[in-house]
């Protein structure tokens, strides 16, 4: 037996022994860890695809990069404990400690959980502005500007449409 197949049978033999320590970890060890950034896998859909996923407004906004008008969300006035997910594809991207009221009419938040957002400069209006997307699906959200409160100095102001909120258990 050669140095080649005992590390190849001592690599296998490993392998099983973790294989079956993991399958016998109770099933909230699977669980998404919101605190922790993890990898994850990019959505890409087509338009007909979220059509089918997504309300006529809530396509309107994640999608095409709409805007709802202010006032209009009941998330504006959530203060709950929990999380808010991206509605295209439910990643956390901030939690109910991250959110204040900015007093604009749109659900607003100092800070986003790491890696859960991508920004670009956005010249709709003509004068730039910093619009994040959900970094899972691309899903627009908003913008975020610099006139938030402590620690940051940021405010995520969100569209209510492209979130979710779900609350703590218990």
């Known amino acids: 037996m050669g140095q080649k197949e005992t590390l190849t049978r001592r690599a296998f ?5 973790w294989a079956g320590a993991v ?9 998404i860890d919101w605190r922790e950034p993890k ?18 407004e809530q396509f309107g906004i994640l999608r095409k990069e ?17 999380v808010y997910v991206c509605a295209g594809c439910e990643l956390p991207l901030f939690t109910s400690e991250m959110k204040f009221d900015s007093r604009t009419g749109w659900p607003s ?3 986003a959980i790491k890696g859960r957002v991508e920004t670009r400069t956005d010249y709709k209006l003509i004068y730039p502005r910093t619009e994040y997307h959900c970094a899972r699906c691309g ?9 938030g409160p402590k620690p940051t100095g940021l405010r995520y102001c969100n569209n209510g449409l492209a979130l979710r909120f779900v ?3 218990g």
């Open 66 to 82: 709409g805007t709802e008008r202010a006032g209009s969300s009941p998330l504006d006035k959530e203060y709950g404990k929990g």
């Open 139 to 147: 899903g627009h959200q908003g913008h975020v500007f610099n006139d």
């Open 109 to 111: 938040f100092y800070d």
């Open 23 to 31: 399958a016998l970890l109770p099933w909230e060890a699977y669980a």
């Open 39 to 56: 990898t994850f896998r990019k959505i890409m859909k087509t338009d007909d695809e979220w059509k089918k996923l997504l309300t006529p």
């Open 13 to 17: 033999l490993w392998s099983s022994l």
């Open 167 to 169: 609350p703590d258990k």
